[in-house]
């Protein structure tokens, strides 16, 4: 079960560890997230995950190449039944990883005005961005299977 706070430091067994002659080691990050106009103002609505299908065939050239992707999601992809579908099986089997991307605008509880300076991590009182953190990484948990340690 995941811990109750997404700050909170991990154990140190569950640090990583690497064999001395590992080799060149690098993280990939995905940034998964929903698609909207940059151009214009930030909204709760209007955005869509019409790419996530893509997602699949990214899966499969990480694999090919023996790379473990970083899949860093937001409400609306941690919540896509799409995205679940796609990435609980690789993230289960060790394959893909998966973490917290808060775009504050579209996660839960919408108490804030949607602002440029609302939509960055750590301008919000620190009770509501709690709240939003943890339900993104409740929504990551229940729709992947496994709660986000990064």
């Known amino acids: ?3 109750d706070r997404i700050i909170d430091i991990p154990p140190a067994a569950a640090a990583v560890r690497f064999r001395a002659d590992a080799g060149q080691r690098f993280l990939l990050t995905v940034d998964t997230e929903e698609e909207f106009d ?13 790419t996530i299908p893509r997602l699949a065939r990214f899966q499969q050239f990480c694999e090919g190449h023996g790379v473990i992707p970083i899949y860093l999601v937001d409400y ?3 919540t896509s039944a799409a995205a679940a579908a796609i990435l609980r099986e690789p993230i289960a089997a060790g394959r893909a990883e998966i973490g917290v991307q808060l775009h504050p605008w ?3 509880p919408h ?3 949607v602002t440029e300076f ?9 009770p509501l961005e709690r709240a939003k953190f943890t339900a993104l990484r409740d929504a990551i948990e229940a729709n992947f299977g496994t709660a986000p340690l990064i």
């Open 76 to 78: 609306p992809v941690a």
């Open 118 to 126: 609302n939509s960055f991590a750590g301008n919000l009182p620190e």
């Open 1 to 3: 079960m995941a811990a």
């Open 106 to 108: 579209v996660s839960p």
């Open 38 to 50: 940059w151009g214009r103002p930030l909204s709760r609505t209007g955005h869509s995950l019409d």
């Open 111 to 113: 108490e804030e005005e």
